[in-house]
């Protein structure tokens, strides 16, 4: 399984805007589709976002269209979330994940997973 390792997080004000990185590791970057999830405290774990190894097929949860940018390096071997005009209700830890081959949605379809980086957004 490919490693991860996310960072970027923090606390910001609502509307204001955060990147957050993704640093994989043990595999080739480019077999694997990546995606970003979040999980509120008390609920579970959701789809943020999702892109495939050549950055063509990219996917948003209606949540965060608009607003979210999933974004790739493959010569860096990491993954960007790009957020802006952030709400208070896009505070969570932000996870990210890959999945070999085609992108998904599904928390389960994916094995490869970061530990989480806190984002806290403050009204």
């Known amino acids: 399984q490919v490693q991860l390792v996310e960072s970027g997080g923090g606390l910001v004000q609502a509307g204001g805007s955060l990147r957050l990185s993704c640093a994989a590791s043990?595999?080739?970057?480019?077999?694997?589709?990546m995606a970003w999830f979040r999980q509120a405290l008390g609920k579970g774990r959701e789809f943020v976002a999702s892109?495939?190894?050549?950055?063509?097929?990219?996917d948003y949860a209606d949540s965060v269209k608009g607003r979210f940018t999933i974004s790739r390096d493959n010569a860096k071997n990491t993954a960007y979330l790009q957020m802006n005009s952030l709400k208070p209700e896009d505070t969570a830890v932000y996870y990210c994940?890959?999945?070999?081959?085609?992108?998904?949605?599904?928390?389960?379809?994916?094995?490869?997973w970061g530990q989480g980086t806190q984002v806290i957004v403050s009204s």
């Open positions: 892109i495939s190894w050549n950055g063509y097929m990219i």
């Open positions: 043990g595999r080739t970057f480019t077999n694997y589709a």
């Open positions: 994940a890959a999945k070999f081959g085609t992108p998904a949605s599904r928390e389960t379809d994916f094995r490869s």
